[in-house]
């Protein structure tokens, strides 16, 4: 416990048997403590385990904080067998009041199979981490704190060891448990000495070194290059000399809400930065003072300041850069990943060279989408926002990124946002779909754009565009030459010279939650 009066603000001690994984299943050593060790630990048949091992150690603790005794219990001879079959049940006297959310993610924390285990990343996106505290708060643990307290009275508290051959016993004969761990043990040392033999290894957070120790901080990086609410620099890798963007989260100011919103877009980054359209996140320290998120650097700006900087812009330009942000969507939605917060100052320009190779950014509202049509969180940026988050009827689905998208694409082609005005005026707009196509700022731009723009600002989700169809959309694959004649440059001096004043105070005036959770009640109010 940090605070001798406060009994939920806790941190993780005891690194006595702490090791670094360089590979996956590259550990041997039969160790751990006895009723929270992982069956992989366990099978000394198995090719050896990794840091997933932790994720069972995990469940096991749930169980005991939930039900005040452990899920594998036993003379030592059968606890192994029994960790390996995963036999442990939630026995009705003790958790009959305990929620359904949490027995699901303690059975996929206690998952033999470790590729079906869930990750720390996903377990904190499980149902349960998200239900309300006043849900919770009505659950009576304290007779699970009795049967705990008394177990601790009569039992010695167990310790962290490296297993003994009574704990394996019934794994085998004593020769075969012998056998397998002095192969293990083998095993170990040669992984041991092919590390020593890496003739360069670039440490990163996993070493346990601090960030300060491993890079060295920059110049603060201009919001136009890396926009974000958190201070973002230059860091330079002290061993092999890479320049990163290092956004630096103040961790003494973070109220609970913003917490998870940090861990969700660790989360999130961690499962879509392997696309080439999304900006990649390296490494992320958490120290106490700060959490450190190390990321790709990018030099030329937002999208929507470079298009303003252009004295000669085509419809072939936006066509490119539209297929960017579609090719990133689809990969955020194919791992049913919602973004929640698409505009044009989250989409990045690389270089200075290219107005057009461009990277999703800002992930701090994305959120995995377990089933369909289950987000309800009101959030987004105003103009922008689909019609579905704001009358909260049903609830929604990654296809809002589809109706930011088309909203990104409009101002991209006709240099004026869509939805326009003010308050419940943009509200009902969005609402109803009503935009249009002023013919003075959209004859030179192709009826196949307009129709996709048209599909994408769809008001009904089901009948919305997807991803994957708008890569296939007639506009995306029309030739280069009959776009690159559209000369849209009188579109962006009108993009230009509201770009400061109406189009960044539109971004900026919103990212609260709570400023749309107000509006949507006007709107309802007035309905």
Same mark, same amino acid.
């Given at each position: 416990?940090? +605070?001798?009066?406060?009994?939920?603000?806790?941190?993780?001690?005891?690194?006595?048997?702490?090791?670094?994984?360089?590979?996956?299943?590259?550990?041997?050593?039969?160790?751990?403590?006895?009723?929270?060790?992982?069956?992989?630990?366990?099978?000394?048949?198995?090719?050896?385990?990794?840091?997933?091992?932790?994720?069972?150690?995990?469940?096991?603790?749930? *169980?005991?904080?939930?039900?005040?005794?452990?899920?594998?219990?036993?003379? !030592?001879?059968?606890?192994?067998?029994?960790?390996?079959?995963?036999?442990?049940?939630?026995?009705?006297?003790?958790?009959?009041?305990?929620?359904?959310?949490?027995?699901?993610?303690?059975?996929?924390? /206690?998952?033999?199979?470790?590729?079906?285990?869930?990750?720390? @990343?996903?377990?904190?996106?499980?149902?349960?981490?998200?239900?309300?505290?006043?849900? /919770?708060?009505?659950?009576?643990?304290? $007779?699970? =704190?009795? &049967?705990?307290?008394?177990?601790?009275? =009569?039992?010695?508290?167990?310790?962290?060891?490296?297993?003994?051959? #009574?704990?394996?016993?019934?794994?085998?004969?004593? @020769?075969?448990?012998?056998?397998?761990?002095?192969?293990?043990?083998?095993?170990?040392?040669?992984?041991?000495?092919?590390?020593?033999?890496?003739?360069?290894?670039?440490?990163?957070?996993?070493?346990?070194?601090?960030?300060? !120790?491993?890079? #060295?901080?920059?110049?603060?990086?201009?919001?136009?290059?890396?926009?974000?609410?958190?201070?973002?620099?230059?860091?330079?890798?002290? =061993?092999?000399?890479?320049?990163?963007?290092?956004?630096?989260?103040?961790?003494?100011?973070?109220?609970? @809400?913003?917490?998870?919103? !940090?861990?969700?877009?660790?989360?999130?980054?961690?499962?879509?930065?392997?696309?080439?359209?999304?900006?990649?996140?390296?490494?992320?320290?958490?120290?106490?003072?700060?959490?450190?998120?190390?990321?790709?650097?990018?030099? $030329?700006?937002?999208?929507?300041?470079?298009?303003?900087?252009?004295?000669?812009?085509?419809?072939?330009?936006?066509?490119?850069?539209?297929? $960017? !942000?579609?090719?990133?969507?689809?990969?955020?939605?194919?791992?049913?990943?919602?973004?929640?917060?698409?505009?044009?100052?989250?989409?990045?320009?690389?270089?200075?060279?290219?107005?057009?190779?461009?990277? /999703?950014?800002?992930? $701090?509202?994305?959120?995995?989408?377990?089933?369909?049509?289950?987000?309800?969180?009101?959030?987004?940026?105003?103009?922008?926002?689909?019609?579905?988050?704001?009358?909260?009827?049903?609830?929604?689905?990654?296809?809002?990124?589809?109706?930011?998208?088309?909203?990104?694409?409009?101002?991209?082609?006709?240099? *004026?946002?869509?939805?326009?005005?003010?308050?419940?005026?943009?509200?009902?707009?969005?609402?109803?779909?009503?935009?249009?196509?002023?013919?003075? *700022?959209?004859?030179?731009?192709?009826? +196949?754009?307009?129709?996709?723009?048209?599909?994408?600002?769809?008001?009904?989700?089901?009948?919305?565009?997807?991803?994957?169809?708008?890569?296939?959309?007639?506009?995306?694959?029309?030739?280069?030459?009959?776009?690159?004649?559209?000369?849209?440059?009188?579109?962006?001096?009108?993009?230009?010279?509201?770009?400061?004043?109406? &189009?960044?105070?539109? &971004?900026?005036?919103?990212?609260?939650?709570?400023?749309? +959770?107000?509006?949507?009640?006007?709107?309802?109010?007035?309905?």
């Amino acid at each position: 416990m940090v +605070e001798a009066d406060d009994d939920t603000t806790i941190q993780i001690a005891d690194f006595g048997f702490a090791k670094k994984v360089p590979k996956p299943n590259c550990l041997k050593t039969l160790c751990g403590t006895a009723q929270y060790v992982a069956p992989e630990v366990l099978d000394l048949q198995s090719g050896g385990y990794d840091h997933r091992a932790d994720m069972w150690s995990v469940g096991v603790v749930v *169980y005991i904080l939930l039900g005040g005794y452990a899920p594998f219990e036993g003379p !030592v001879q059968e606890l192994a067998k029994a960790i390996c079959k995963a036999d442990y049940c939630f026995h009705d006297k003790y958790w009959s009041e305990i929620s359904d959310a949490a027995k699901s993610m303690i059975s996929s924390l /206690l998952e033999i199979d470790v590729e079906r285990r869930l990750s720390a @990343e996903e377990a904190l996106q499980c149902p349960w981490m998200t239900i309300e505290e006043e849900a /919770l708060n009505a659950n009576d643990l304290s $007779g699970a =704190q009795e &049967v705990l307290q008394k177990r601790r009275e =009569q039992e010695q508290r167990p310790q962290a060891s490296a297993l003994d051959l #009574s704990f394996t016993a019934a794994l085998g004969t004593e @020769e075969e448990v012998m056998n397998r761990m002095a192969k293990r043990t083998t095993i170990e040392m040669d992984t041991l000495q092919e590390e020593d033999n890496d003739n360069f290894v670039i440490e990163d957070s996993t070493s346990g070194k601090p960030f300060d !120790v491993l890079y #060295s901080l920059g110049d603060l990086i201009d919001e136009g290059d890396f926009p974000s609410q958190d201070p973002a620099f230059e860091a330079k890798h002290k =061993q092999s000399g890479e320049i990163f963007a290092v956004r630096r989260i103040e961790r003494a100011f973070l109220d609970p @809400e913003d917490a998870v919103h !940090v861990q969700n877009e660790v989360a999130t980054l961690k499962a879509v930065s392997d696309s080439p359209f999304v900006i990649k996140l390296f490494d992320v320290f958490e120290e106490p003072d700060y959490t450190f998120l190390i990321m790709e650097r990018p030099h $030329g700006g937002t999208l929507i300041d470079r298009i303003v900087e252009k004295r000669y812009y085509t419809e072939n330009d936006a066509r490119v850069v539209m297929k $960017g !942000v579609l090719s990133a969507l689809e990969h955020c939605h194919n791992k049913r990943i919602c973004v929640r917060n698409i505009k044009t100052e989250s989409i990045l320009c690389l270089s200075l060279e290219s107005d057009v190779d461009v990277k /999703l950014s800002d992930f $701090g509202f994305a959120k995995r989408v377990p089933h369909p049509f289950s987000l309800e969180t009101q959030c987004g940026t105003e103009g922008y926002v689909a019609p579905e988050i704001l009358s909260h009827r049903p609830a929604y689905d990654v296809q809002v990124d589809i109706w930011s998208a088309g909203v990104v694409m409009y101002i991209i082609l006709g240099g *004026y946002r869509p939805f326009r005005g003010e308050g419940e005026e943009v509200m009902k707009k969005i609402r109803y779909g009503d935009f249009k196509f002023h013919k003075r *700022y959209w004859s030179e731009v192709s009826e +196949e754009a307009k129709l996709l723009i048209a599909r994408m600002l769809t008001v009904n989700p089901i009948g919305r565009i997807t991803a994957t169809a708008a890569l296939q959309d007639e506009w995306i694959s029309l030739a280069v030459e009959s776009l690159a004649q559209n000369d849209l440059s009188a579109n962006v001096e009108m993009l230009r010279d509201s770009a400061i004043t109406k &189009v960044k105070a539109a &971004v900026n005036s919103i990212i609260a939650t709570k400023k749309l +959770e107000s509006m949507a009640k006007m709107y309802h109010a007035s309905h």
